[in-house]
């Protein structure tokens, strides 16, 4: 019964801890944490879309961080290590986030919802799906449901390719619920393939002879965009002035009327 306990301690903590980094570094672009213990402390991976933010001028970010997860949280000798996100629009918790944003700022649900999808298959996504739920136009509740591209359901595969993540917005009409679903292609499962001795030998000869090419560059000094934003209300904030355009159902019932 007390291994029981432990483990039902543990991942409520971790629960308050997400609930934590996702109002501490919510400009940063927070999306799951990992935490392993080992004999000298406690190792906790932040992945984040703008890691910058985290750490903080001169490290000082990183330092106040770690006081507050070694005093609030009791983790031993925390270990922050900031892990940036390749594409922010392919995880879940990043979009719920952005999406709650918009509709905290007023702007119509189905163009948020429009908008997230397009934004998420333009991404390369396999498929998506978003769920709406609360006082979306009356007193009373409602959801919806969008679906774009392929998403597996249920077997082996939807555990493996899609990840999908909860967020919660107050407006004006009340709580409104947002939950999104992505089926990521690098994380679909090939079928088996049979591959021969020559196969292989190919295979081969063209990896060596790619990897000659690429040494023979020289390689170009990175250029830093200045005109990107640099957290994450600044993203939404542009991209509130893309979703006026965007169309929706209730747009073509006025045009056809």
């Not at 993540?165 to 049979?194: C, Q, S, Y």
Request: net charge neutral; proline share 4%.
């Amino acid at each position: 019964m007390s291994s029981v306990k432990n483990v039902i301690q543990d991942s409520y903590k971790l629960m308050l801890l997400k609930d934590y980094l996702r109002r501490a570094i919510k400009e940063a672009g927070f999306s799951e944490v990992d935490i392993q213990k080992t004999p000298t402390g406690t190792r906790v991976g932040l992945h984040v879309t703008r890691p910058g933010i985290v750490i903080g001028r001169k490290g000082g970010g990183i330092r106040d961080l770690t006081k507050v997860l070694e005093k609030d949280f009791g983790l031993k000798s925390p270990q922050i290590s900031v892990i940036e996100i390749p594409k922010p629009e392919l995880e879940p918790s990043v979009m719920c986030n952005r999406m709650s944003q918009h509709l905290a700022r007023g702007t119509a649900f189905r163009r948020a919802v429009m908008w997230t999808l397009q934004t998420i298959m333009d991404a390369g996504a396999m498929g998506v799906q978003i769920t709406i739920s609360g006082k979306l136009r009356g007193e009373r509740s409602s959801f919806e449901k969008h679906s774009k591209g392929i998403l597996p359901r249920a077997g082996y595969q939807a555990g493996v390719v899609v990840a999908e993540d909860i967020a919660h917005v107050e407006t004006k009409m009340g709580l409104i619920g947002v939950r999104i679903r992505i089926a990521r292609k690098e994380m679909h499962i090939p079928e088996f393939e049979m591959r021969t001795a020559k196969d292989m030998a190919s295979r081969r000869a063209a990896a060596k002879l790619e990897e000659k090419e690429t040494s023979d560059e020289v390689p170009e000094e990175p250029k830093i965009d200045y005109s990107k934003p640099r957290t994450e209300s600044e993203e939404v904030a542009l991209e509130e002035k893309l979703i006026e355009k965007v169309e929706t159902f209730e747009d073509v019932e006025e045009e056809l009327k």
